[in-house]
């Protein structure tokens, strides 16, 4: 079925649910106040939420914090428990309102959050992008402007290079060109000296020619390697200038470029040192070949050496202008290729950074995209699975009850009755409509005949109902019933039907599945109510024969199935002596039939909350189940629980059977003196459940400790006995409620006792005014015969008497010499009831320790045998009074032991307070013991007096205060009278 079921209840009736869940391997948990934080139903559940403080609508009525706890542990099903609201169709609705805000509110969360997410990946991908784009940019700013510098500092450095190399080249062509004018015209003078001056100077003239030719070559030697220096710097400048711009790629280039550039100015130095050497040598040879022939051809020599020496001035002239203009224009080419190397080199590596920035940046982009694109997905994703999760959560609880059609028709008393009309159910007679004011009730009433019930419509547990013999009773009910209608549900509809006189009140347990099966599972009997509310249940009824039975069954199952019934419930009736039935309600909530229990939540409540989609819900009752239980063999909540899983139901009509005989009996903490039972609240000091019995169940959610209080119902228990037949049944009930130990609150066993052993009840003689009519004067308690008085003088004589000899082994250290005597015979006189009875107790040897202890009792000249073991610490004692078996609760005892004197007497008075029940009546008892006695004392020089006059002496007596204690009474010698005996026998 269910692995974890949440019990929306307390008490007696979430225990009884938990136990069923315990049978079928299903987890439970339950909810609780803070003040029921140890109660144990929350001990009994494997898990437990606290839903609020004590009052009801702070914590069983908070449906939200029962809707968190639903949601918090996963519960798959709720078991609402019972509750009047569960009735209420407006209420419902108005929860199914709550329910859609809820939901909408959620979902408005849930949206508000993905938008949230959404926004922030946005903006964290806008973010990036931004910072992408603003780089890229800076980029492409930076490649630009870098490109710029470097084109500039280029175009920079090609001008000053171009500047220096055309000013070196210009600077070569100006000093040949002087060299060469001037060499001209020193040959020139030369020639024209040597014509005139042939002969006189010749020597002088050749010796300065040579030296001038010398000077010249050297000029020109200085000259070309002025040249080659000049062409060497400014490789080595571009060198350097290359290698400050470009890349090591760019520096080998360079480097390489500046090698051959070195290499043919070194070639170029080498042929102008080649050729000033040649020429030098030829001016000595020429010197020495003129001063040979100095005579007949010096002036074809000078001129052919002049033509010789003018060709080679203009030959190296040309040459050294040729290879400056040559060399100027490689430099100008090496730095144009240079610069063009440079600038492709720098472009290619700019264009490469750029493109790898870019596609860096591109890949941050399209990733951090990515990485949005994927989270705004998981992020709807997200919200649509929590969505569904939540849907399907909300889906997947089951409420244990019911549905909304079945809720709403049958809480509603006027809808009710017309749907068994149409069913074709017995109704009452009565108006179907809503009385609208106290004339028109009491025009109906008149119609209908009185006497008439005026009941509210969306009433339960006996809240709103009036009986109304005539007008004036039936105006002041209509007001009444609908303030109160009002005040307890909401709603202040009134119905007003046929009042049946002295009717029986019996109902029938039906169970339908959602398959359309539907079964009666026999009746109950609950005529014994108490202001409309029931006490003792029994099932089946003593006053239905087979063929009503049958007929009663079918139209409950034919009203179950009208509304579509899937679940356990119950169909009530009114009975009338010739067996004549109609329709009072059907109960679709776990009830608990008071006015002043808690109302937890209920199925209207729980299943608009939780399943907004389905039918609804409604609640089933189950207070008097267990006698349904008893006499057909079925767990009934299990049924509940298959039914809500959607299971069809495993039994048949002809399935069910009629076994034996069952009685219930609601214990509350109330005063049944008072309006059979009002409210009693304490803690329970004492708590002992009478399940040692055979045939004996209890249901109940309380333990030793446990507080009644005013928040919530006074019930502690439901006392159910099984028999094989009915007399066997109360017989049982009869021992259970002896037997049943409640102290520290009062409570209602001694009505429930007085009821199932009352000869009406047990002839079968019963009705709905069972309790009005049985106690008019209200209840009493229990009337003693003169036998049960005689058996309690008895009992409580015997038990006086094993407290004495029971005393007798804590006594071992007197204060004073004392004669111990062996005393078999007590005699006593009691106090019951305002009436003195002389009882005389023999213990006939028997001493305290004997396991079984027996006595005869002499009470008013009546002798009787009393035996039992005389557990003094039980709160329970067995007690056999000449054969009957009694069993007693000695709920007080106070002993009171007083010393008293009074002239020429000496009586010692024993008294003891007791306070027995028995039968399930009260009955205080004052026990007194008088004999005549002695006591040794050392001096007998003064009186006694009472010992109200002297306080207890614990400590050991000084010579001053000498004397010793009996109980808590001290004898001092200084109150002891001058005629006192020297010698008092005290017996023990």
Known sequence: TFDKILIANRGEIACRVIKTCKKMGIKTVAIHSDVDASSVHVKMADEAVCVGPAPTSKSYLNMDAIMEAIRKTRAQAVHPGY????????????????????????????????????????????????????ASVMVIVLVTVSIAVIASVLVIVLVNVSIAVITSVMIVVLVNVSIAVITSVMIVVLVTVSIHVITSVMVDVLVTVSIALITSVMVIVLVTVSI???????????????????????????????????????????????????????????????????TSVLVIVLVNVSIAVISSVMVLVLVNVSIALITSVMVVVLVNVSIALITSVMVLVLVNVSIALITSVLVIVLVNVSIALITSVLVIVLVNVSIAVITSAAADVTFIGPDTHAIQAMGDKIESKLLAKRAKVNTIPGFDGVVKDADEAVRIAREIGYPVMIKASAGGGGKGMR??????????????SSQEAASSFGDDRLLIEKFIDNP???????????????????????????????????????????????????????????????????????????????????????????????????????????FPHSAGVGCVELVEHPVTECITGL???????????GYPLRHKQADIPLSGWAVECRVYAEDPYKSFGLPSIGRLSQYQEPIHLPGVRVDSGIQPGSDISIYYDPMISKLITYGSDRA???????????????????????????????????????????LSDVYPDGFKGHILTQNERNQLLAIASSLFVASQLRARHFQEHSRVPVVKADVTKWELSIKLQDAEHSVVASSNGSTFVSDLM???????????????????????????????????????????RMLAWEPQLEELLHTCALTSKLRGASSKLQLKRHWRCGIVIESPQEQLRPASECLSCREPCSESHKGASVGNTCLRKDILRDDTPKQMKVPM
């Open 635 to 645: 767990d009934l909540v299990q049924e509940m629980i298959r039914v809500a899983k």
């Open 504 to 610: 029986r009140h019996i109902e029938i347990q039906v169970l339908g599945d959602k398959h359309g099966n539907a079964l009666w599972l026999n009746e109950r009997e609950c005529s014994i109510q108490r202001r409309n509310q029931k006490v003792v249940e029994e099932a089946p009824s003593i006053f239905l024969d087979q063929e009503t039975r049958r007929a009663m069954g079918e139209q409950a199952v034919a009203l179950a199935k009208a509304v579509q019934y899937s679940s356990a419930g119950t169909v009530e009736f009114l009975v009338d002596s010739q067996k004549n039935f109609y329709f009072l309600e059907m109960n679709t909530r776990l009830q608990d039939g008071t006015s002043s229990g808690v109302a937890p939540v209920h199925a209207m409540q729980c299943h608009e909350r939780l």
């Open 467 to 480: 009986i109304a013999w005539d007008d004036e009773e039936t105006r002041d009910g209509f007001r009444f």
């Open 228 to 294: 080659g220096v000049v062409a060497c710097v400014m490789v080595a400048v571009l060198v350097n200038v290359s290698i400050a711009l470009i890349t090591s790629v760019l520096v080998i280039v360079l480097v390489n470029v500046s090698i051959a550039v070195i290499s043919s100015v070194m070639v170029l130095v080498l042929v102008n040192v080649s050729i000033a050497l040649i020429t030098s040598v030829l001016v000595i040879v020429l010197v020495n070949v003129s001063i040979a022939v100095i």
């Open 728 to 770: 066997e049944a109360l017989k049982r009930m009869e021992d259970a409620l002896d037997n049943y130990v409640i102290r520290g609150v009062t409570h209602n066993i001694p009505l429930l006792r007085e009821v199932i052993v009352n000869t009406r009840f047990v002839k079968g003689d019963i009705s709905t005014k069972f």
């Open 83 to 134: 509750g009047f609201l569960s009735e209420n169709k407006e209420f419902a609705r108005s929860l199914l309102v709550s329910i859609a805000v809820i939901t909408s509110v959620m979902a408005i969360d849930l949206v508000n959050v993905s938008i949230a997410v959404i926004a922030s990946v946005m903006a964290i991908v806008l973010v990036t992008v931004s910072i992408a784009v603003i």
């Open 854 to 896: 027996s006595q005869q009792v002499e009470v008013d000249g009546s002798k009787l045998n009393v035996t039992s073991t005389w557990n003094l610490a039980s709160p329970l004692l067995s007690v056999s009074v000449d054969g009957m078996q009694r069993t007693v609760q000695p709920l007080l005892k106070v002993m009171l």
